[in-house]
């Protein structure tokens, strides 16, 4: 019979038990669920509501039974529907009467809201981890290329003269925010709802803060209806989640451009690479592409829970059972793609000259010329004007700015002198860009100095 069976005249149909369940889901979780019960048990017998001896029974029980499923010795059943009921069933078993009172004053409803509230704390700070790697490494590359030139883009045309420390520093902006996010996300899971009973709370005068203490949460949540039906901390880390993997997405992208022979900025290594069945030559950036795939399962882990949640009357609901299997998901997918691209990412070679010589390409110094004529007395927009008719003589002519006589400079403005080269030089366009985050190398050392205080910041966010 069910442990709920008191009220049924048969037990369920075998195909609502393979419908209802959750077990194999909920074999993720039972490292989270016996520590629950523990700390509920403790609780009971601290406020005499079941005797000394039962509470100390059912924590023995239950740490074996830890144990025993750390070791790998259990194996769930579907029979009883779900983690909860496995772990209680099992512990029956094994001490008898006791077992039958760790229920007391509790429901799965707020049983497994405690679950998931723990769950999610613990999948923030692994994310903050991964993301604190990927950020670290990416502050390292950018200090060793403070001086590798690239051209920076808009409407993915060339712009103007960057560094490649400059544009790594604005994914480390990125990732940054990131962390803040789970930092968020941790917060908002870190209340402790068991109490909550089924939805109206309990009759029992159970010790709410001390289950909070024992497992170690920064406050109890203040409302039984919300404690059971809230699953926004989830959403929060889905939607924490599904930023990052837009960020990465939007680096996979450009380390696939910079390593097609168009570019050429970058080769992958070996190792972080995948052949062609038929064409002998290939080598193709797969691991950046199927990050980049995978973004998708993650918004739409985060779309499917909203959907999931949209309009559910108060309180818990067995749609929100979906819940477990769309987290899992997403961390699942987004804890392996911060692994992969932070190992690729640490074993890219960089073609500093290519990328020195593109850096120029395109009459990015246009602006620098312009520029040039505003420090010289002209108005801007006249500027604009005349560093817009050198760059189409230049085109006409198939010359870049650089190599253009003073005369015919002088064609356009008197004003020139022969320092307009070194005003238009690669060194200037970068090197002049000084003011705090911009590319200048200075300004980006500082820049690195900002964000390495940043992380300390954003990862104290977790307990
Ligand atoms: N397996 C359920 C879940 O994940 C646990 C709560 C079940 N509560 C209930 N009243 N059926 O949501």
Redesign the pocket.
């Known amino acids: 019979m069910k442990l709920w069976g008191g009220r049924f005249s048969k037990d369920p149909d075998q195909m609502v038990l393979e419908f209802d369940e959750?077990v194999e889901i909920?074999n993720r979780m039972y490292e989270q669920d016996i520590l629950g019960s523990i700390a509920h048990a403790t609780m009971l017998g601290e406020q005499g509501i079941i005797s000394k001896e039962d509470a100390d029974a059912i924590v023995q029980g239950l740490n074996e039974i830890l144990a025993d499923a750390r070791d790998g010795k259990i194996t769930w059943t579907i029979d009883a529907?779900?983690i909860?009921m496995n772990v209680e069933t099992l512990l029956i078993e094994r001490i008898g009467e006791a077992g039958k009172r760790l229920h007391t004053g509790r429901?799965?409803?707020d049983?497994?809201a405690l679950d998931n509230h723990m769950i999610v704390m613990g999948a923030c700070e692994n994310a903050g981890k991964l993301l604190k790697e990927l950020v670290s490494q990416l502050l390292e590359t950018a200090s060793q290329h403070l001086d590798t030139a690239m051209p920076g883009y808009t409407h993915l045309q060339h712009a103007q003269p960057i560094t490649l420390a400059h544009h790594l520093m604005a994914y480390v902006q990125m990732f940054l925010r990131d962390i803040a996010h789970f930092g968020f996300a941790y917060d908002q899971a870190d209340e402790m709802p068991l109490g909550s009973g089924?939805l109206a709370g309990t009759t029992y005068p159970l010790d709410r803060t001390r289950v909070q203490e024992l497992l170690s949460f920064s406050r109890i949540t203040m409302n039984s209806l919300d404690g059971v039906s809230n699953r926004d901390y989830f959403i929060d880390y889905l939607s924490a989640a599904s930023l990052v993997m837009m960020h990465l997405t939007r680096f996979c992208e450009e380390l696939i451009l910079w390593c097609s022979s168009e570019f050429a900025f970058i080769e992958m290594d070996d190792a972080f690479a995948t052949g062609s069945s038929i064409m002998p030559q290939k080598k193709n950036p797969d691991v950046a592409e199927l990050i980049r795939g995978k973004s998708g399962r993650v918004f739409g882990d985060l779309l499917g829970l909203l959907t999931t949640m949209k309009g559910l009357p108060l309180s818990?609901n067995?749609d929100?059972?979906e819940?477990?299997e769309l987290f899992y998901d997403a961390s699942d997918t987004l804890e392996h793609c911060l692994a992969v691209f932070t190992a690729m990412f640490k074993k890219l070679s960089y073609n500093k000259e290519t990328m020195a010589k593109a850096a120029l390409d395109g009459f990015t110094n246009a602006t620098d010329c312009a520029d040039y004529l505003v420090k010289n007395g002209i108005p801007f927009r006249d500027a604009h004007r005349i560093s817009g008719e050198l760059v189409a003589y230049c085109i006409q002519n198939k010359k870049t700015l650089l190599e253009l006589s003073l005369e015919e400079y002088r064609q356009f403005s008197p004003i020139f002198d022969d320092t307009i080269y070194d005003a238009i030089s690669l060194a200037t366009c970068i090197g002049k860009r000084n003011i705090p985050g911009a590319p200048a190398p200075d300004a980006v050392k500082a820049s690195i100095e900002e964000a390495k205080r940043r992380l300390d910041v954003v990862t104290s966010f977790f307990a």
């Open positions: 959750c909920g529907e779900d909860h429901s799965r409803n049983q497994v089924a818990y067995k929100m059972q819940d477990k």
